[in-house]
């Protein structure tokens, strides 16, 4: 399974040899607010294996709404497994609260303990966050107004116990669903790679 993400190596001397190190992009620190106003951050999810993607509560377009049915499956599939997570990011900060994103939750039926629906402070530290450690694209788009005033990736990002990108999954076509489920599996049975 590949490992996505910019790759450094690093020259090393162990016992008078010199050797490389390679060091794999991580999605590094982070804290945002889940929907029952508790902290989630890399701490949270240190040596978990976790899924990703974009969403916003405010306006559901036939692409979120098949991303949440995707998520649902995966839920069912491996909801029970302890070191598994799902988490929802909001790209409407302003509007999804913890208290909005709890209230979603439960007119959804969204339920279990590994499954998070997250907000921040700002729409733009969200932007870059995704951007720059997932390699997302979310942003403000007001001359589009049928997508609710939002673009956001429709993809899904599958991240392994060492914080690293593993995969990116289109969360709207069920071949691309399946494999996220085998691969995630992969990574909880022990894939160290």
Do not use: W
């Not at 607010?33 to 999810?45: E, G, I, M, P, W």
Request: aromatic letters at 12%; hydrophobic letters at 35%; one cysteine or more.
């Amino acid at each position: 399974m590949p490992i996505f993400g910019e790759i450094k190596v690093n020259p090393v001397i162990h016992n008078g040899k010199q050797s490389i190190d390679t060091v794999y992009h991580t999605i590094g620190p982070f804290a945002f607010l889940n929907q029952f106003n508790d902290t989630v951050d890399d701490n949270t999810l240190k040596h978990k294996v976790f899924i990703i993607s974009c969403f916003h509560s405010t306006f559901q377009t036939k692409t979120d709404t098949l991303l949440e049915v995707t998520l649902d499956s995966v839920h069912r599939i491996l909801g029970n497994e302890p070191d598994f997570y799902i988490i929802s990011q909001t790209i409407d900060p302003a509007f999804d609260t913890p208290d909005i994103l709890r209230k979603y939750c439960e007119n959804k039926n969204i339920t279990g303990k590994n499954r998070y629906y997250l907000t921040g402070q700002s729409a733009d530290s969200i932007y870059r966050f995704l951007r720059y450690k997932y390699f997302l694209l979310a942003e403000r788009d007001t001359t589009n107004m049928e997508n609710g005033g939002f673009i956001h990736s429709d993809k899904i990002v599958l991240i392994d116990r060492q914080q690293r990108i593993r995969g990116y999954y289109d969360g709207t076509d069920i071949k691309h669903v399946g494999q996220l489920i085998n691969d995630a599996k992969t990574l909880l049975q022990g894939d160290t790679l």
